[in-house]
């Protein structure tokens, strides 16, 4: 069974600082793995995804996130912080076996300070 | 416009009386699932349905029904609401099979407190 984990609940970055979340992910068969964005009162949208192609992948308003297999890991960043990014992230994990389960991690809230 | 549709998206009710949480999609999508949204756990998957008349549990079912008798619609039901429901309620759906990318489609939420 697929699970992950997400380091630090909170996140707090300066106005154009570097914007830096953690995922590390466990899975028995090659994974799927998703950056989901959740703004104030809304649901979830979807910010980028990894299915086995490029392992550099690019996603929506500027973030990337880099597949490492050998450290089971699947970071998210973004060079340049904007007061727009501040919002909720989660990172989510699929059997590649199945697309029936989709497990989440317990999110990364994400401050940005003037 | 692709869209998931939830209602009610704010509700507050007592212990006991039945509530059902509607969700429809206009995407034809075969896959609906919904999830409940607790501080500190994340997303957490309820039950989900591969098509029409096919659901299962999925990690968090005890105390929830659903029912799909239409391919666009998937209601919660709570037949009797207790109060450690409360929480924020997402429906969410994709294609199904060969077809999908993994990538699901959320609601804007279903806030529910029950006293």
């Known amino acids: 069974a697929q699970s992950v984990t997400q380091l630090g609940s909170h996140v707090s970055v300066s106005e154009g600082a570097l914007v830096l979340l953690r995922c590390n992910y466990s899975s028995s068969v090659p994974p799927y793995l998703f950056w989901y964005v959740q703004y104030p009162n809304q649901g979830l949208q979807l910010l980028l995804k990894y299915t086995s192609a490029a392992t550099l992948v690019k996603g929506i308003n500027g973030f990337e996130a880099e597949f490492k297999k050998s450290e089971t890991s699947f970071h998210l960043t973004k060079p340049s912080a904007h007061m727009s990014d501040a919002a909720e992230y989660f990172c989510a994990v699929s059997d590649s076996d199945s697309w029936g389960k989709l497990q989440f991690g317990a999110g990364t809230q994400v401050v940005v300070t003037p | 416009e692709a869209q998931v549709t939830q209602n009610p998206r704010y509700l507050i009710t007592v212990t006991g009386k039945k509530l059902t949480v509607t969700c429809s999609q206009n995407?034809?999508?075969?896959?609906m699932s919904w999830y409940r949204q607790d501080p500190g756990l994340g997303l957490r998957q309820i039950y989900y349905?591969?098509?029409?008349?096919?659901?299962d549990k999925g990690d968090v079912p005890e105390g929830y029904k659903v029912s799909r008798k239409e391919k666009r619609n998937f209601p919660l039901i709570l037949e009797s609401p207790s109060p450690n429901q409360t929480s924020l309620y997402f429906c969410?759906?994709?294609?199904?099979?060969?077809?999908?990318?993994?990538?699901?489609?959320f609601g804007e939420g279903s806030r529910l407190t029950v006293l």
């Open positions: 349905s591969m098509n029409v008349e096919v659901t």
């Open positions: 969410a759906t994709r294609l199904g099979g060969a077809s999908s990318t993994g990538e699901l489609f």
């Open positions: 995407m034809n999508h075969e896959y």
